[in-house]
């Protein structure tokens, strides 16, 4: 459900980031002419290192990213682990290289991972219908529903959509590629209907004990809260997203209320003291509002940084009008000038932290949280499987559909083709966490980098794990996009 979350909000923050003179454009793929155009095989660990070293700081202050965690991978084995800049921009709690993310979309590939253990253990198929494992049909009846398997859904060639609330499918499976958190959020029913067990059972079982990941989960562990890194927004984001809701309230308590006023009163003119139940009544239903709706898809700290914002946005202008209620003026203009503040402090706020305690729902779509060298030993053994038989770790890397000439998608993570060899990979993102992990099999070279920054750099991970891998990334920043979503015509 958080994949939904975010889906919802993305429009709003590309929005915003539109209207501000130094944002950057979600969609814009940034020129890479001095990228390195080719893998740094040759180049020494720590020539590699003190290279990130000096590069990945200056690089966090032009880019406004408060945290950065890195994992280096070479010669199949984890060679350095590093955490740069702070968790948290208020306390300024460091970043370690034990520090744990959320690693959102790189769940998918998690996911994927137990479900072919499954199928090793013989408990699915990889070309069975999904639909057949579950009692009552998660989709809604079509055509389609009963030709939709796990290698559709792991391929994202199933022909379900990525966020939304709707669960049509929008071509026939296997004739397309579209990116799908919601094949994902099937697959999760489909895998705790046939074990009878929760994801993050499964995962503990099939994935993080046997690779030694115990900091890994798709919840919130409360262990492991402590040592969370916090996910940051542009305070302007949830400010404008209040002030939107809130004035709808207003508008939906006020006009009524005036219509009662006139038929009790006989008065269009409202007292002060209405106006401000008012005023309360749209800041309760506002807040109210975005908590259970927010709950609902699982972004429980969203909730809590909304109410913040509410109770900032409406109570600071009105504890200015009230200590200059002497004169009506007076409290009007210490009003105006309280809104004038609050919105340049939201605008100059670039990283403002959110919550990391509410418990989640294990998702297997984005809900992963997980430090860098947890990730990177999943990623070792993605790249050479050793708890899948041979002819299941094969599958993960033969293409199941292509996207262009040099990019195409096995079960679980991309696969990118080039003239250094094939490398594995998958991105993620949150509104306010940005995540990449890849690696060359062939060379046993790989990178994970994750990031508590928002999505208004969207591809701060990406290039940062260029500068580490070296090797072509324009089709890793299309994919990452969403460049490739394919819609057959109708």
């Known amino acids: 459900m958080r994949s939904i979350g975010v889906w919802l909000c993305t429009l709003s923050l590309c929005l915003i980031a539109g209207s501000a003179s130094h944002g950057q454009s979600s969609a814009a793929i940034p020129s890479t002419p001095s990228d390195p155009p080719s893998l740094r095989l040759s180049v020494p660990l720590d020539e590699v290192v003190t290279d990130l070293e000096i590069f990945i700081p200056d690089f966090m202050d032009e880019q406004r990213i408060p945290g950065l965690a890195i994992a280096l991978i070479r010669d199949g084995k984890i060679a350095w682990t590093e955490g740069f800049g702070v968790a948290n921009v208020i306390t300024r709690r460091p970043v370690t290289a034990d520090t744990l993310f959320e690693v959102a979309s790189n769940s998918k590939v998690l996911t994927a991972y137990i479900a072919l253990r499954l199928v090793d ?244 779509a984005s809900s992963v949280r ?33 996207l262009t000439s040099n990019l195409s998608w096995g079960l679980g993570p991309g696969i990118l083709h080039g003239p250094e060899g094939e490398a594995l990979w998958q991105w993620g993102q949150h509104f306010d966490f940005q995540s990449v992990m890849i690696i060359y099999p062939e060379h046993g070279l790989g990178v994970v980098l994750l990031t508590n920054s928002d999505l208004l750099n969207p591809d701060v991970a990406i290039e940062v794990a260029h500068r580490a891998l070296g090797g072509q990334i324009e089709s890793l920043l299309r994919a990452s996009h969403l460049d490739f979503n394919y819609r057959p015509q109708q």
């Not at 559709?152 to 709707?166: D, I, N, Q, T």
């Not at 919550?355 to 297997?364: D, L, Q, Y």
């Not at 947890?374 to 199941?400: G, N, S, V, W, Y």
């Open 370 to 402: 997980a430090p860098a060298g947890d990730m990177a030993a999943f990623l070792i053994e993605l790249a050479h499987p050793k708890l899948l038989e041979p002819e299941t770790a094969a599958e993960i890397r033969t293409p199941q559909i292509q």
């Open 121 to 364: 253990q013989g408990v699915l198929s990889l070309d069975a219908p999904l639909n057949s494992y579950l009692p009552e049909p998660w989709l809604p009846a079509s055509e389609v529903r009963d030709a939709i398997t796990l290698r559709h859904v792991l391929s994202h060639s199933s022909g379900l959509g990525h966020g939304g609330f709707s669960r049509e499918s929008l071509f026939a499976p296997g004739r397309g590629y579209s990116y799908s958190a919601l094949g994902f959020l099937y697959l999760q029913a489909v895998l705790e209907q046939v074990t009878g067990r929760s994801l993050e059972s499964l995962a503990v079982d099939l994935i993080f004990t046997p690779l030694g990941m115990a900091s890994t989960s798709f919840v919130n562990r409360e262990d492991l809260t402590s040592r969370t890194a916090n996910g940051h927004l542009w305070a302007l984001v949830p400010v404008v997203l209040f002030v939107v809701l809130f004035i709808v309230s207003v508008a939906l308590i006020a006009i009524p209320g005036w219509i009662v006023l006139r038929v009790w009163t006989g008065r269009w003119h409202p007292s002060g003291r209405v106006v401000s139940g008012m005023v309360l009544a749209a800041l309760v239903v506002s807040i109210l509002a975005a908590y259970l709706f927010l709950r609902h898809i699982d972004l429980l700290e969203f909730a809590w940084l909304f109410a913040l914002c509410g109770l900032v946005v409406v109570g600071v202008p009105a504890l200015a009008a009230f200590a200059a209620r002497a004169r009506t003026a007076l409290a009007f203009a210490a009003a105006v000038l309280a809104v004038i503040a609050l919105g340049l402090l939201a605008f100059t706020s670039r990283n403002l932290p959110l919550p990391r305690w509410p418990a989640v729902s294990p998702g297997a």
